[in-house]
C-alpha cells in the first residue's frame, strides 16, 4: 500500500504542482503540513487523507489509459533481415558497369549500409535486372520531364494521363484521373498524345524490362 509520502509525490509530478499548490488542492491552508506529511512527522486527517487518495488514483488511472492507448496504437514495424556473414551478393559497379561479387560481413558498415539501400543483390540476375531498371527509369523520367514542360501531376488541371498495362491484349495503354494517385513506377502526363508518345517511345522497352 503507498505511503502518504508516495501518493504526494505521484500527484505533483503528474499534475506539475508545487507544495503550495498541493495545499490548495487538498484544502490545507498552510504548506507546513505538507511537508510535514512527507517527512512522515504528521498524518493527514481522514478527509484530506481521502481527497489525497482520490487524486492519486485517478493519476494511476489516467497513466494507465495512457500506458493501453500507447500500445494501441504501436505499430510494429518490420525490420530488415540481414543475410549471414560471407553470404554472396552482387552489385552494379557504378564505375565500370560491370556486376561485381562481394561476401556479407556485418562487421563492415559499407557494406551493410549498401545491403540496407537495396545496392546488394542475392544473385548476379537480379543484379543485371535492377541495373535495366534504373538506366530505363531514368531515360523514362528525363523524357517526361522534357516533354510536361514543367507540368507536375498536383496541378490543377482537370487530367492527368498516365500509363497502363492490359494483360487481355498484352499492350500498353492510356488511362486518366482526377485526383487519386497510384502507385506506379511511370511517371504522369499533362496530355493523352504525349503519353501516346511515350508508348510509342519506350513500350517495347518497358514491357521487357519492367513486366
Given at each position: 500500500?503507498e505511503?502518504?509520502?508516495?501518493?504526494?509525490?505521484?500527484?505533483?509530478?503528474?499534475y506539475?504542482l508545487?507544495?503550495?499548490?498541493?495545499?490548495?488542492?487538498?484544502?490545507?491552508?498552510?504548506?507546513?503540513?505538507?511537508?510535514?506529511?512527507?517527512?512522515?512527522?504528521t498524518?493527514?486527517?481522514?478527509?484530506?487523507y481521502?481527497?489525497l487518495?482520490?487524486?492519486?488514483?485517478?493519476?494511476?488511472?489516467?497513466?494507465?489509459?495512457?500506458?493501453?492507448?500507447?500500445?494501441?496504437?504501436v505499430?510494429?514495424?518490420?525490420?530488415?533481415k540481414?543475410?549471414?556473414?560471407?553470404?554472396?551478393?552482387?552489385?552494379?559497379?557504378?564505375?565500370?558497369?560491370?556486376?561485381?561479387?562481394?561476401?556479407?560481413?556485418?562487421?563492415k558498415?559499407?557494406?551493410?549500409?549498401?545491403y540496407?539501400f537495396?545496392?546488394?543483390?542475392?544473385?548476379?540476375?537480379e543484379?543485371?535486372?535492377?541495373?535495366?531498371?534504373?538506366?530505363?527509369?531514368?531515360?523514362?523520367?528525363?523524357?517526361a520531364e522534357?516533354?510536361?514542360?514543367?507540368?507536375?501531376?498536383?496541378?490543377?488541371?482537370?487530367?492527368?494521363?498516365?500509363?497502363?498495362?492490359?494483360?487481355?491484349?498484352?499492350?500498353?495503354?492510356?488511362?486518366?484521373?482526377?485526383?487519386i494517385?497510384?502507385f506506379i513506377?511511370?511517371?504522369?502526363?499533362?496530355?493523352?498524345?504525349?503519353?501516346?508518345?511515350?508508348?510509342?517511345?519506350?513500350?517495347?522497352?518497358?514491357?521487357?524490362?519492367?513486366?
Open positions: 500500500m505511503t502518504v509520502a508516495e501518493m504526494m509525490k505521484v500527484v505533483k509530478e503528474y506539475n508545487n507544495d503550495t499548490l498541493l495545499a490548495v488542492e487538498l484544502g490545507v491552508k498552510s504548506t507546513g503540513n505538507i511537508t510535514q506529511w512527507r517527512k512522515g512527522e498524518k493527514p486527517n481522514k478527509d484530506r481521502i481527497k487518495k482520490a487524486l492519486y488514483e485517478k493519476v494511476m488511472s489516467l497513466k494507465e489509459d495512457q500506458k493501453e492507448e500507447t500500445q494501441v496504437n505499430k510494429e514495424r518490420y525490420e530488415l540481414y543475410p549471414e556473414n560471407g553470404t554472396l551478393l552482387f552489385y552494379n559497379d557504378i564505375t565500370t558497369g560491370a556486376i561485381r561479387e562481394i561476401l556479407y560481413d556485418a562487421d558498415m559499407d557494406i551493410v549500409n549498401a540496407s537495396g545496392m546488394l543483390y542475392k544473385s548476379r540476375e543484379a543485371i535486372q535492377k541495373r535495366l531498371e534504373f538506366l530505363l527509369l531514368k531515360r523514362i523520367n528525363d523524357w522534357e516533354h510536361n514542360e514543367g507540368w507536375t501531376f498536383h496541378e490543377n488541371n482537370t487530367f492527368s494521363f498516365y500509363v497502363i498495362y492490359k494483360n487481355s491484349d498484352k499492350k500498353l495503354d492510356v488511362s486518366w484521373c482526377s485526383s494517385q497510384s513506377k511511370l511517371p504522369y502526363f499533362k496530355s493523352r498524345e504525349i503519353a501516346e508518345q511515350f508508348i510509342e517511345e519506350f513500350g517495347e522497352e518497358i514491357k521487357e524490362v519492367l513486366l
